[in-house]
């Protein structure tokens, strides 16, 4: 008898089967006397189990009062950890919104951007002129003492227009070109970077990368339903 | 009848013993029933009962409402299920020792007078064939197995019982009641008018 008839058989003798499971169950069973008589037995199985006498307890069971240990105060942790991981989910994909919004979305698509600068400056390091033609623009009127000029490009990113100066007006692909330039400029424009000189670690930008805040922030949200479904379950 | 449960869980979770010890009564028949079902010994259903009851007043703060003989048979469940562990780590206790048991307490099925002597061996017999087959289903049927024919619980409550869903419900329930059908099957124990030998 295939597992799939047992089931269907148990299931109509508790009368479980949806109707039109039962309408066919009984066509079949018009039809099929292997299958009804696994169903008379069955049934003649589950009438003796329910004939089953019930067996009389030892004793009683109940709790002495004097010894019984009082109930556990009850703290919901575990809802308070629900709760506090789906706030700081929401909290994050808000962030990571308003981040989105402010920046107008610039701030994803220039993640794997910033990357490719110091290749970039690197090829315009060799060249003296370069920097000297890059320093004025970016800080204005630049002074021989370079460090000032590049706090101020620090704190005011200036506008630039197009390629990597763009990069600048958010900030995250700013500071390698300014530290470069601070690099460089101490020593007077003199100093030149030689093709070997290692090239300066990548600047991370600044705060945290939108699209893993709103990930992060979607994890724990997630995280928080999970195990709010599963305590549901748990009871 | 929920009501007055409920009122006396409530009354349980402020510490009131004697409220609770009320639930105690109203239950330990069953309680005491399925764990001797599913240990198949008559001490160790006791102890299990015993605890079941313990931990479910020391609890009784995490019940959330509900179905509060669900809450409390899941508690005896769990309280079986380690039970079994244990004896399996430490198998010390033969599965039918309960059988012979004279402290296993008094069956309820007394002989009915109009029964004749043919009829009392054969009920005996089919109620020791049932036994020995229940003790020797899987874990997961003997339990739904038992909540079901034998307590007469619902599909939905089993399901909250033993934490499942109610299709795997049924279908434990369907091959609990195949295997033990095959049992009886074999030792002849079914009603003659039932009994089909074609295979």
């Given amino acids: 008898m ?19 499971e039962r309408i066919n169950l009984d066509r079949r069973l018009a039809a099929e006397p292997r299958l009804r008589a696994e169903l008379e037995e069955l049934r003649a199985t589950t009438t003796l189990l329910r004939q089953l006498a019930p067996v009389r307890p030892p004793r009683s069971f109940t709790l002495d009062p004097t010894t019984a240990p009082r109930p556990r105060r009850f703290i919901p942790i575990t809802w308070f950890m629900q709760l506090g991981s789906g706030l700081a989910g929401l909290a994050l994909v808000l962030l990571a919104t308003v981040q989105l919004l402010v920046m107008g979305g610039v701030g994803v698509e220039l993640a794997p951007a910033a990357a490719p ?18 320093a004025p623009k970016t800080s204005g009127a630049m002074a021989p003492e370079a460090t000032p000029a590049a706090d101020q490009a620090a704190t005011q990113p200036p506008p630039l227009a197009g390629g990597a100066g763009s990069t600048t007006e958010n900030g995250t692909g700013g500071p390698p070109a300014i530290d470069r330039t601070v690099d460089t400029l101490p020593g007077g424009a003199e100093r030149q970077a030689t093709p070997f000189e290692t090239p300066a670690p990548a600047v991370q930008p600044r705060g945290f990368p939108v699209g893993l805040t709103l990930a992060l922030g979607l994890v724990l949200i997630g995280l928080a339903l999970a195990w709010h479904l599963a305590s549901r379950r748990t009871g | 009848m929920a009501n007055e449960e409920l009122r006396l869980v409530a009354a349980g979770q402020r510490g009131d013993v ?7 009564r109203l239950y330990e028949g069953r309680v005491y029933n399925l764990c001797y079902r599913m240990l198949s010994d008559a001490d160790a259903a006791a102890d299990a009962t015993q605890d079941t009851f313990i931990a479910a007043y020391r609890n009784l703060n995490r019940f959330r409402g509900g179905l509060f003989r669900a ?4 508690i005896a469940t769990n309280t079986c299920y380690d039970m079994l562990r244990a004896r399996q780590r430490r198998p010390a206790v033969s599965l039918d020792a309960g059988y012979e048991d004279e402290d296993a307490g008094p069956r309820l099925d007394l002989p009915d007078p109009a029964e004749s002597p043919d009829e009392a061996v054969l009920r005996r017999e089919l109620a020791q064939a049932l036994e020995l087959g229940i003790a020797q289903l899987p874990e997961d049927q003997r ?3 038992i909540l079901s024919d034998v307590q007469g619980l619902a599909y939905d409550e089993i399901a909250a019982v033993t934490n499942t869903t109610l299709g795997t419900v049924k279908s ?6 195949a295997r033990l059908r095959d049992i009886l099957r074999a030792g002849e124990l079914l009603p003659s008018k039932f009994r089909h030998d074609d295979e």
């Fill in chain 1, 117 to 134: 600068a110091p290749a970039t400056l690197e090829a315009e390091a060799p060249t003296v002129a370069t920097m000297a033609e890059s």
């Fill in chain 2, 143 to 145: 339990i739904v197995v």
């Fill in chain 2, 18 to 24: 004697e409220a609770f010890n009320q639930l105690v």
């Fill in chain 2, 172 to 177: 434990r329930l369907s091959r609990a009641r």
């Fill in chain 2, 71 to 74: 809450w409390l048979l899941r």
């Fill in chain 1, 2 to 20: 295939p597992e799939r008839d047992l089931e269907l058989l148990s299931a109509y003798l508790d009368n479980q089967l949806t109707v039109a």
